[in-house]
């Protein structure tokens, strides 16, 4: 497997902090007496310092050793002294263990199969013996074993205990030590995803853990190691629309549009390969904003369509909305002409500028003129954007409304991409 870099990560053993405590004889012991035990060889024999106390060890008569659950961990020594007193050392320490820190790994591509791993044979080492107040010889004891990753990740368990001996009768005796056994690896992997900017991760995270136990206390180091890969970039969402068309039209002008008196439209018309489409906007009383849009479409061979067509004019017979010419009056200045023509008939519609604004237009050359028109303040401008197979045409136009200024808002349509 292909990896880009590899976060390090090191181990470090907590320094110990071993108290040693003389405490009296008790009746009950707790765990059982557990065998002589020899110092190991590999290391320097001990030379405990006698404490200051003048009476000395005659013998050890039992030893016992407890781990909590918090890693702490107690060896006792229990013996009697040359005057005859029975009395009791203790050995206190915290038992250390790790895995390793986290670890993130960043690939190429994506896992293909489990992670797994190897190992190498475990090594104990030996620290040099030092004697503490007490007068006993102690020691660390080093345990480690590596694991190889299949990724490339290497990890590293590591504890940390103590051995201790305690002159007695002239002759060292070790502190009872509980047993420690290391089971196997454990690699438990789960896979998500996550997003950033514009792009989809994948990610396995891998929790490695290996249970240990300590004079029948369990422990479990964990660590985890976690692979991160490019997956695709982030899809965008959907552009927002208003109305949709069953066929790739291209935009063509829009006017305003006199339904029945007082009841006046903005109407935007689009030609496509079969039909006119005429997208209709309902306005508020005001005449300035569109509250909903409706989609009024008509076969192309029922119309007259041509290049000179600037506008839209409503039929009453058939109740569509039609190409059409819009021309000003010119010569009075008073009014314009609209014509449109649907099934071979003619359809006009030629107000005086007091018949629109009677009829109810609201909308008006500028904003301090009483001065009505069909069309809006310049052409509506368009533009486009493509998402998967659609075309999303948005239209933008301004007016000037009754008792407003001016008024600038944007639909969008969205059609088969072409």
């Known amino acids: 497997m292909k990896k880009n870099f590899i976060i390090s990560f090191g181990f470090m053993v907590a320094l110990f902090t071993m108290s040693v ?201 964990s660590c985890t190691v976690t692979e991160i890969w490019f997956k695709s970039v982030k899809e965008k969402p959907e552009p927002s629309f208003n109305v949709t068309l069953n066929e790739y039209a291209k935009f063509i002008c829009g006017s305003k549009v006199k339904v029945s008196k007082n009841n006046w439209k903005d109407a935007f018309l689009f030609v496509g390969a079969k039909q006119i489409h005429v997208v209709v906007a309902n306005l508020d009383n005001n005449g300035g904003r569109a509250l909903s849009y409706e989609v009024k479409s008509v076969d192309l061979s029922r119309v007259v369509f041509n290049g000179n067509v600037n506008g839209v004019i409503y039929d009453e017979t058939t109740g569509l909305f039609i190409p059409a010419l819009i021309t000003p009056d010119n010569k009075d200045k008073n009014g314009w002409f609209t014509d449109g023509e649907i099934d071979g008939r003619s359809v006009t519609y030629d107000p005086t500028n007091a018949q629109a604004v009677e009829e109810g237009i609201k909308n008006f050359v500028g904003k301090d003129t009483s001065v009505p028109t069909p069309f809006f303040v310049g052409n509506p401008s368009t533009s486009n954007t493509n998402w998967k197979e659609y075309t999303y045409t948005s239209v933008t136009w301004s007016k000037y409304s009754k008792d407003t200024d001016m008024v600038t808002q944007t639909m969008t349509v969205k059609m088969p991409a072409k």
């Not at 895995?99 to 104990?124: I, M």
């Not at 992997?189 to 490695?208: A, K, L, M, Q, V």
Request: with cysteine; hydrophobic share 25%; aromatic share 10%.
């Open 21 to 221: 405590c003389l405490t009296s004889c008790s009746d009950d012991y707790g765990n059982a007496v557990n065998a002589p035990q020899q110092k190991d060889t590999t290391t320097s024999d001990p030379t405990p310092q006698q404490p200051t106390d003048s009476t000395k060890w005659h013998e050890c008569l039992r030893r016992w050793n407890k781990v909590f659950e918090n890693a702490d961990v107690i060896s006792v020594l229990v013996g009697q002294r040359n005057n005859g007193k029975l009395d009791s050392l203790t050995l206190k320490y915290k038992y250390e263990y790790a895995l390793a820190k986290d670890t993130t790994l960043y690939l190429d591509e994506a896992p293909t199969g489990d992670l797994g791993y190897s190992t190498a044979a475990d090594r104990t080492d030996y620290s040099e013996y030092s004697h503490n107040m007490q007068g006993d010889s102690v020691c660390f004891i080093n345990y480690a074993k590596p694991y190889y990753l299949s990724n490339g990740v290497n990890l590293s368990l590591k504890t940390q205990r103590v051995r201790g001996y305690h002159m007695m009768g002239g002759q060292p005796v070790m502190y009872s030590e509980p047993t420690q056994s290391v089971a196997r690896l454990q690699i438990e992997g789960s896979t998500d995803e996550f997003e950033r900017n514009d792009s989809i991760f994948g990610r396995r995270i891998n929790t490695c853990s290996v249970e240990l136990t300590l004079g029948g206390q369990r422990f479990v180091p």
